[in-house]
């Protein structure tokens, strides 16, 4: 798998697939992890692979609401420790954001591993091995939370979202910015910020955008948020997908 040659056209969408595979051989990534990227991929295709405008603009209002964040936190998954550790540990630290491990199949075995592939990337402390509180009404294992981390957080980024937890969430008066490439899931739905966008591009984008606007003041920031509109961002991320189709028939 690794010696894909770099002028294949599929190069880059290979390389991604072989870290998710490598995620489950290192048992970070579940088997189920494989079918969401699978799911995430076909909605990839459809807008053309590459960060379109509405995603920019969902990006930069992200980076802007996590630096005005007071308690901004990082909730980390198996699949995006596979894909893009090392990035997420950049964020991290650029905004003063914990990473908290955050299942759906949770295994205590699996949260002690990302938590060590985090540190293997420069993580310090990470959240989410002794949950100490629980997101109220949500049944799955996603509820499990840290007091210190999601739980008081009043702005969780969540590269990977499941959509249950993302609304639970939302019901806590936390706001959610959430990456999700189906403009339709439940996820993308119901986040305060909807990040249409490959996790592999959203987050690399973000590191660089909070770089910029770190020096900025809050009104500068405030008025980022202001100003987007996450309802239009879907609209147009559906309008892409209905082109880009439209182009092919
Ligand atoms: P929801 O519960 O929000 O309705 P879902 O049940 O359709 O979502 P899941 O199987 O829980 O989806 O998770 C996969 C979701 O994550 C899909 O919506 C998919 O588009 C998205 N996804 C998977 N891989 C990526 C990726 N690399 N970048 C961005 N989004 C991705
Ligand atoms: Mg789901």
Do not use: W
């Not at 591009?201 to 405030?222: F, H, I, S, T």
């Amino acid at each position: 798998m690794t010696d894909i040659p770099p002028d294949h056209p599929r190069y880059f969408s290979l390389m991604t697939r072989h870290r998710i595979v490598s995620g489950v051989d290192k048992g970070i990534t579940s088997q189920e992890g494989l079918i969401a990227q699978g799911r995430g991929e076909a909605f990839d295709y459809l807008t053309g692979e590459k960060t379109l405008p509405f995603a920019h603009a969902a990006e930069y209002a992200a980076s802007a609401m996590m630096l005005l964040g007071k308690r901004r936190v990082i909730s980390v998954n198996g699949n995006a420790a596979a894909l893009v550790p090392a990035e997420l540990v950049q964020l991290s630290k650029l905004t003063d954001a914990p990473l908290e491990v955050n299942l759906f199949y949770r295994t205590e075995e699996r949260v002690v591993k990302i938590i060590r592939h985090l540190q293997a990337h420069g993580a310090g402390q990470v959240l989410g091995a002794r949950p100490d509180a629980s997101i109220p009404c949500l049944a799955s294992q996603r509820s499990k939370v840290c007091r210190d981390g999601i739980y008081s957080a009043d702005v969780v980024f969540v590269p990977l979202e499941d959509g249950d937890r993302c609304e639970a969430l939302v019901r806590m008066g936390i706001q959610v910015i959430a990456v999700d490439l189906n403009p339709l899931s439940r996820t993308a739905q119901q986040a305060t910020i909807s990040i249409v966008d490959n996790v592999v591009r959203a987050v690399p984008n973000m590191v660089k955008m909070v770089r910029d606007l770190k020096g900025r003041d809050e009104r500068y920031l405030q008025e980022i948020v202001r100003d987007f509109d996450n309802k239009k961002g879907l609209a147009d991320a559906m309008d892409s997908i209905s082109r880009h189709l439209s182009e092919i028939m």
